[in-house]
């Protein structure tokens, strides 16, 4: 079972607890796991992190949402600040040294609970570090694990997510903004969202409600679109909507069958429809993964469609587009 008791968790706190008040910031990606285990156990602890972290990317090559980089125990002191930091164990042999370092850390009592009861995953934040989130997985078994994580995957996966947001909101939106972008569209459109430096116009067109903002290295595009009224009202309309959105608004951009997808969703406060897959351009070899949000707003009375995606080939680009979906995430109307 996943701890949530509040006498454990805290009982662990002051076990782990450094004793200096002061604490550095955080290392490494955001998106990153560093997992320290012992050689033996590292295939095991793959395959139970595998069925949490199982979110891809199609770009169209598949990534992964979470890289994992595995190191022996030795390496722990080198590593201990590290933004995503995982140490895990298998089973009760002291002579595994990842075994004997997971319960150095907890303690004989609580790695016990480990090992004897269902306190499998054991969270702490900002252990070694500011920004930190510190993982421990121990059990008796890669089965006993797995038979536990189900149907909490989820819970796990969003304490990752939290994480990784709240520190690239950090660091796309708390220093310098198009502030006075901003402030223009909400005075103009009746809508914004936060505009990191470094993004500008692309188009800006009143006449047909819409507004397009990009940022080279890597390209990336952010558009809002906007009608009167509600005009995806179900999952074929807004389908129609989104697979005609890219060669309507951009041109030579339009989407390709291979992975389109629609959902229903929950998009900040409003219920709409998540469209994602992969662009191609009509003119050259140019492609890659977008996301697009269709809401409809009843204090304006509007249909907003909200489209971000990248061109960054033969690289990683789970990482920009999270960054952009956080962008995205920041719209807002203007409240009458």
């Not at 489209?307 to 990683?316: A, C, K, Q, V, W």
Request: with cysteine; proline share 4%.
């Amino acid at each position: 079972m996943i701890s949530r008791n509040p006498v454990f968790l805290f009982s662990v706190l002051l076990i782990l607890i450094s004793g200096c008040s002061t604490k550095r910031e955080s290392l490494g990606s955001d998106n990153e796991i560093i997992v320290i285990a012992s050689i033996e156990d590292q295939e095991d602890i793959r395959n139970v992190l595998e069925k949490i972290f199982s979110d891809t990317l199609y770009t169209p090559e598949p990534e992964p949402f979470y890289k994992m980089k595995f190191v022996s125990p030795k390496g722990f002191n080198n590593l201990k600040r590290q933004t995503n930091l995982a140490v895990a164990s298998i089973g009760d042999n002291l002579l595994n040294p990842g075994t004997n370092l997971v319960k150095n850390l907890l303690g004989k009592d609580n790695y016990e609970r480990t090992i004897d009861g269902g306190d499998h995953f054991i969270f702490t934040e900002d252990q070694f570090a500011k920004g930190q989130l510190f993982m421990i997985l121990s059990g008796q078994s890669k089965d006993d694990i797995i038979q536990d994580i189900r149907g909490k995957e989820e819970w796990v996966r969003s304490r990752f997510n939290e994480n990784f947001n709240r520190k690239q909101k950090k660091y796309l939106f708390d220093q310098m903004r198009r502030k006075d972008v901003e402030e223009d569209f909400m005075k103009k459109y009746q809508w914004s969202l936060n505009i990191p430096w470094g993004w500008e116009i692309i188009q800006e067109k009143p006449d047909s409600n819409w507004v397009w903002l990009g940022r080279e290295m890597p390209y990336q595009w952010v558009s809002v679109h906007w009608e009167e009224g509600l005009t995806a009202s179900d999952s074929l309309s807004a389908a129609e909507v989104g697979w005609n959105f890219p060669q309507k608004f951009y041109g030579h951009i339009r989407y390709h069958p291979y992975k389109f997808n629609i959902q229903q969703t929950r998009f900040l406060h409003w219920t709409g429809w998540k469209v994602t897959g992969i662009w191609e351009s009509e003119q050259e070899a140019q492609g890659g993964p977008f996301i697009s949000y269709i809401i409809f707003d009843g204090v304006t009375d509007r249909t907003y469609h909200i489209n971000i995606l990248i061109f960054y080939p033969g690289n990683d680009k789970s990482i920009y587009l999270r960054q952009m979906d956080l962008i995205a995430h920041s719209f807002r109307v203007r409240k009458e």
